[in-house]
């Protein structure tokens, strides 16, 4: 009998662990919907959902390089300076001041995105050629990366007829595309919605279904083992920040047309908002752990506090700080699973 109380102890300690983070920004959520109970509208959880989408494709990115044991600072910056070429080769042509007055007819959607993702997956195989070939650490070659990206969009901006300026007015079917919604039931479901959905599809697959995905879990549990058994782990790395260069297009294509104005400062901090999230929903710094429904999971959760606090009206500095000891706290509780494990 005190065996099955010891062993529903030790069952329930753990599930409190593994959850811990969860839990206690449940526990965040709850207070906030006391101090405001006007917090839980159809409205408010419709901005949530469309913040939420961007970062989500980017955290799908940034999720694999955390399962084979990397990390990407450079996720943001990448982001911003698609985001910036986008939004240049899609300004209204109506607009007198637009980057491009040589394009006269709006240019196909379908071609701004591919350039996006062109400029985003380069990046991206730059540092992973730093990892595979070079053996840096992901740290140092995203951080890097990180820079280079961010002076090339400024750089890139500051070369306008008139200087630095926005790059605003966007073309309308750009604006449409992104920022539209359909009606499902008695809300207003943005597209945006559906376009993380697909992306989350086709990330579940190649993850669950495929000899790359199964690669990548074996390489980030252990990758000295996943080499002697025959994996080719520098195709695995190429690949895995292939995948997440693609993602970074697809969502800083997304990401212009919702912000509908870009600057320099766009994609600043985002990676670690992607990366809180997926520490939040069970991707493990340790590697080789992470699922799908998880990172949604937990960029939805991490969202939803971050416009809380806006909502609130808490001071930015202070949410700036209560990030923060989310991150710590993520880690931490991380790093003592993993100690369990081992």
């Known amino acids: 009998m005190e065996k099955i109380k010891k062993l529903d102890i030790d069952k329930l300690k753990k599930g409190l662990l593994n959850n811990a983070l969860l839990i206690i920004l449940g526990f965040m959520l709850i207070v906030v919907i006391c101090i405001s109970p006007s917090f839980i509208s159809i409205n408010n959880i419709t901005n949530i959902l469309r913040q939420a989408s961007t970062r989500g494709i980017l955290a799908l990115g940034i999720a694999a390089v955390i399962i084979i044991q ?6 943001g910056r990448i982001l911003g300076c698609c985001a910036a070429i986008s939004a240049s080769l899609l300004q ?18 379908f071609i701004p995105l591919l350039i996006s993702i062109i400029v985003a997956v380069l990046f991206s195989l730059l540092n992973g050629f730093g990892v595979a070939y070079l053996h840096m650490h992901a740290f140092i070659v995203s951080l890097g990366t990180q820079l280079i990206a961010f002076g090339s969009t400024c750089i890139y901006i500051d070369s306008q007829k008139g200087g630095a300026q926005p790059l605003s007015t966007l073309d309308p079917r750009y604006l449409n595309l992104v920022k539209g919604s359909f009606n499902l039931g008695f809300m ?17 697959i ?9 690669n990548m879990y074996a390489f980030g549990g252990n990758p000295a083992a996943a080499a002697v058994s025959g994996i080719n782990t520098k195709l695995t790395v190429m690949l895995v920040f292939l995948v997440a260069g693609v993602l970074y297009g697809i969502s800083a294509f997304l990401e212009a047309a919702r912000i509908g104005s870009v600057t320099t ?18 991707v493990s710094w340790a590697g ?54 081992k």
């Open 92 to 109: 209204a042509t109506t607009y007198a001041s637009r980057m491009y007055p040589q394009i006269t007819n709006g240019l196909p959607l």
């Open 188 to 204: 207003q479901l943005p597209y945006l919605v559906v376009y993380l959905f697909i992306c989350a599809v086709v990330v579940y």
């Open 265 to 282: 400062t766009v994609g600043f901090n985002y990676e670690f908002d992607a990366m809180s999230g997926c520490v939040i929903g069970g």
């Open 206 to 214: 190649l993850w669950n279904k495929t000899v790359f995905g199964k």
């Open 288 to 341: 080789g752990v992470g699922t799908i429904p998880g990172v949604l999971l937990g960029v939805v959760l991490l969202q939803t506090i971050n416009y809380s606090l806006t909502y609130l009206n808490v001071n930015p500095y202070l949410q700036y700080i209560i990030k923060g000891i989310i991150i710590i706290l993520a880690v931490a509780i991380d790093v003592r699973k993993y100690l369990e494990k």
């Open 70 to 75: 990397g990390t990407d600072l450079s996720a």
